[in-house]
Each structure stands twice: as C-alpha cells, then as structure tokens.
C-alpha cells in the first residue's frame, strides 16, 4: 500500500501547482503595500533624533511584508467575492493559480515572520501594533465589517492607517501626536476614496453582496458623505504644519490641496447623473491618491533634508 | 513507501516542474535576504564594539 496513493485517493485536488513568484507577489497586494512603505516611511522620518539607517530599512521592510501578509489573508478569505468582481477576478485564487489553502498558509507564514522580525530588530511595541494591525485588517474589517455594514469602510480605514504609527513606535519605542495625526489624515481620506470608486463600482458591489454605501444608503447620500468627510479632511491636513512637525510650505500644499479635494467632491455632490458623474467620481478618486501622495512625500522630503543637515552638521564638526 | 509497480506520486507537467523550480528559487532567495538581513541588523545593533574585545 502506498501512503501516495492513499493521498491522492482522498485529496483529488492535489494535482501539482502552475503557480508562479509573481502570483504570490500579487497576493501581498504589491500597490497597497507601496502606500504602506510611503506613509510607514514618513512615520520612520518623523522620529525627532533620526534613525540608524539599517534598523530604519529593516523595520519598514517587515512593516510592508506585514502589510503583505494582511493582503494574502483577506485575498484567502475573499475569494468568493473576488470571483464576482470585474476588478479583482483575475486575482490569483479566483483564477485558479493558486488554491485559498496555500494563500492562508503563505500569509499566516509571513505575518507571523514579520511581527517576531519587527520586534527583534527594532521594539516589542511596535511589533504588538503590527500585529494589532494585522488582525484589525483581516478579522475585524475582512471577516466582520466588510459583509456587514456600509461603515466598512470607515472603522476598516484605520488598518490602512495604522502604519506611520508602527514605524514611528519601531524608531523611538514611543506614540506621538505627530504620528496619531499622520493616522488621522489617512483615516479621513479613506472614506472618500473608497466611496468614489463604489460610486462607479457599486453594480460589482450589489452583486457581490458587500454593503457599500452606495448599495445600502444610496447614491446621493454616498455623495454627501464624502463632501462632509472632504470637508473634515481638507483641515485634517494642514494640522502637521500647525502641530509644528511640517514648514509652511507643507502648510500651503495642504491648503490648497485640501481646497482642491473640496472642488472635486463638490463636483460629485452636484453632477449625479450620465457618464458625467461617473468622470466626477473617478477624477475625485484619482486626485484622492496624488492628494495623499503629495502631502506625504512633502513630509519626506523636508524630514530627509533636515536629517541630511544634520548629519553634515556632525560630520563637519 | 511506494512501490515500483505503483505510480509514483504526481507526475507534473513541464509547466509545473517549470513552476516549482521558479518557487524554489524565490525561497531561496528570499531566505538568503533574510538571513543576510539579521546578519547587518545584528551587526548595526552591536555597533563598533564589536571588535573592541579580547580575543
């Protein structure tokens, strides 16, 4: 008697794997976790006494595999929706490349890697909020929030927030202000970002069964809910700059970014029918993601600039 | 334990054979980063003193 052939009695699925790295690359969510790798990145150059660059570069990077690992998770977890979906049905467990069983293995693998690296190489800590992260992500958002309520979004943003506060917690062992208001502006600027898309999407949505806004409360209301979270947003950004931790030229591009992510919801609050209101909807969408990037990369520059300056500082004296 | 007259296990495609070698390889990789990776950290966090004992 042959134990293979006992196996292969009782597991017909087990028929060898056309899976490639690059499918397991696109279960870490590659682009979701380049934004994790940019807003943990700022909370890393937040630290008021700089950062050694290798613990810095070690901490992020289990960060973003932490990230990775969430995404795996809730593509294990999500298959049934992702197979419905226009947007994410050629995901690699709905397409069949790669089965739901090995994605929960490679993701618990990876979350568990990455919480014990970030506590090893920088504090425990940080390593219990990427952790907390991690599970706020995957059971309170995927498996309760997400198929229960249009505010799935709203609570589940704050896992997309989370970040800049781990990375600063790996660098100084600590929570601050600086970096709760870092959480802050992200998590209002989820809300409005997700509910342009499920005002183009929301067909694909009803169909899947996930109660977005726009399935639940309707169009109009979906609107107004995002001019109102624009409206909180626009100021949420500028308090870096009067927090004391960004320079006026922060202050100014968030002023006049928030100012323009304002136009466009009111755009979308006003235009609610035809292809027009779809163009609205996406445009708001797209600016949300430059508005974030901008105002972060401000962050980044001017934090990578005044460490710079004083490095040579040390150096020269 | 298989016998001669029994199959012997799955016999992959050259698709999957070219799959597997290609994971195989991404493994190794990626263990090797890692081992490297606590390698520098290690050296980072001991920092110059490191040489500076008695042999």
Redesign the interface.
């Known amino acids: 008697m042959?134990?293979?052939?006992e196996s292969?009695s009782i597991a017909p699925a087990?028929?060898?794997?056309?899976?490639?790295?690059s499918d397991?690359i696109a279960l870490l969510k590659p682009r979701v976790m380049s934004l994790v790798i940019f807003t943990a990145l700022t909370g890393i150059l937040l630290a008021p006494q700089g950062v050694?660059p290798?613990?810095g570069f070690?901490s992020l990077?289990a960060i973003a595999v932490g990230a990775g690992a969430s995404g795996a998770l809730n593509m294990w977890y999500e298959a049934d929706i992702d197979a419905i979906m226009s947007r994410t049905r050629k995901r690699p467990i709905p397409s069949g490349r790669v089965t739901a069983e090995e994605a929960l293995g490679f993701g618990l693998t990876l979350a568990f890697?990455s919480v014990i690296t970030l506590g090893?190489?920088a504090n425990w800590l940080a390593a219990a909020l990427l952790a907390f992260t991690i599970f706020f992500y995957v059971v309170i958002y995927t498996m309760w929030l997400k198929r229960s309520t249009p505010q799935n979004i709203v609570i589940g943003g704050a896992a997309g927030a989370f970040p800049p506060i781990v990375a600063y917690a790996a660098v100084t062992g600590d929570i601050s202000l600086s970096s709760i208001v870092l959480f802050a502006i992200i998590f209002l600027w989820t809300p409005p970002h997700f509910w342009a898309l499920a005002l183009v999407k929301s067909e694909d949505y009803r169909r899947a069964g996930v109660p977005m806004m726009p399935n639940v409360k309707g169009a109009s209301h979906t609107r107004l809910e995002i001019l109102l979270y624009s409206l909180v947003l626009a100021p949420a950004g500028v308090l870096p700059w009067i927090l004391g931790f960004a320079s006026i030229a922060y202050g100014l591009l968030a002023i006049v970014l928030g100012g323009a992510f304002i136009v466009f919801a009111v755009r979308v609050y006003r235009v609610r029918a035809g292809g027009e209101a779809d163009r609205c909807a996406k445009s708001l969408f797209g600016f949300s993601i430059l508005y974030l990037f901008l105002l972060f990369a401000e962050i980044v520059i001017e934090r990578s600039f005044s460490l710079g300056l004083a490095l040579l500082a040390r150096l020269g004296g | 334990?298989?016998?001669e007259t029994?199959?012997?296990?799955?016999e992959?495609?050259p698709?999957?054979l070219k799959?597997?070698r290609?994971?195989n390889?991404?493994i190794g990789l990626a263990v090797g980063f890692?081992i490297l990776?606590?390698y520098?950290?290690t050296i980072?966090?001991l920092g110059p003193g490191v040489m500076n004992r008695p042999l």
């Open positions: 042959s134990y293979i052939g292969r087990l028929t060898g794997s056309e899976a490639n790295p397991y050694n290798v613990i070690a990077l890697l090893v190489v | 334990m298989a016998s029994e199959p012997n296990g799955i992959l495609t698709q999957q799959s597997r290609q994971r390889v991404a890692f990776l606590i520098v950290v980072a966090k």
